[in-house]
């Protein structure tokens, strides 16, 4: 009879055992899901801060375009507005694909595509 007391043990054992492992591999699974969760979170933040950003670029490419059609030239604009050249040709061409800013008198009704032409500034002074 001991023998079938010992089995009744040892079984026992390994069901508590099989439970103990269980409940650390619960835990695990529960801190997975938590951690993949946050990562989502931030995820979806960061593709809304992104759109937001598209947004404000393509206002920065329009007010560019219309430094342009202003007939200024890209290194008075990198200079007017604190920014490398790098930057005003690389809103030049996001503007570039934008709708075209209206045509007022307060830009002398200049029209068309903006030029890629860079020229001295004629509103510097010579030295």
């Known amino acids: 009879m001991a023998r079938t ?12 055992r099989r439970a103990e492992l269980d409940a650390e591999r619960a835990q695990r699974d529960a801190a997975i899901e938590d951690a993949a969760s946050t990562f989502f979170d931030a995820n979806d933040a960061r593709d809304e801060l992104l759109a937001k950003l598209d947004a404000i670029d393509l206002d920065r490419a329009l ?37 075209p800013v209206a045509v007022t008198a307060s830009n002398g009704g200049a029209a068309g595509a903006p ?13």
């Not at 007391?5 to 508590?16: I, L, M, P, Y």
């Not at 008075?76 to 005003?88: S, T």
Request: charge should be negative; aromatic fraction near 0%.
């Open 115 to 127: 030029d890629d032409v860079e020229r001295d500034d004629p509103h510097e002074e010579a030295a």
């Open 63 to 99: 007010a560019i375009q219309a430094l342009v059609e202003l007939k200024e030239t890209n290194p008075r604009i990198a200079q007017l507005l604190d920014i490398p050249a790098a930057e005003v040709r690389r809103l030049r061409e996001l503007g570039a694909g934008a709708a």
């Open 5 to 16: 007391s010992t089995k009744k043990d040892n079984r026992e054992r390994a069901r508590q």
